[in-house]
């Protein structure tokens, strides 16, 4: 993927950073982070999954959003992005499925 993108000083123009290396490393720790985190809680069957799931969507939106407004311009990669943080809001599950219950049963009773 690199060079596909060629970076350009003008997107840090308004910001307060003076180069692409430290917005890049929050973009991963932030962003990569929590959506780390929300795949591993859903791969352990982890309580609060959703939670997680929802909170990663919720990142990756206010990123982006965030990203619009201090480069002050638009690339079409920002729409994927931002429709693919709405969707893993929109489609993650509200409620505790059977499963999770069950499982959460299980845990008070054998603790």
């Known amino acids: 993927m690199a060079g596909v993108i060629p970076p350009q000083a003008s997107w840090v123009a308004h910001t307060d950073f003076s180069g692409l290396y430290f917005p890049g490393v929050v973009l991963m720790a932030v962003v990569g982070g929590s959506s780390l985190v929300?795949?591993?809680?859903?791969?352990?069957?982890a309580v609060a999954w959703q939670l997680s799931s929802i909170l990663a969507g919720v990142v990756m939106v206010v990123w982006i959003v965030a990203e619009v407004a201090s480069i002050r311009g638009f690339h079409?990669?920002?729409?994927?992005?931002?429709?693919?943080g709405a969707l893993v809001i929109w489609f993650t599950p509200k409620t505790q499925t059977v499963s999770t219950s069950?499982?959460?049963a299980r845990s008070l009773v054998w603790a």
């Not at 929300?38 to 069957?45: E, F, I, R």
């Not at 079409?76 to 693919?84: G, N």
């Open 38 to 45: 929300a795949a591993v809680a859903m791969m352990k069957h």
């Open 76 to 84: 079409f990669l920002q729409v994927i992005y931002f429709v693919t």
């Open 102 to 104: 069950c499982r959460v």
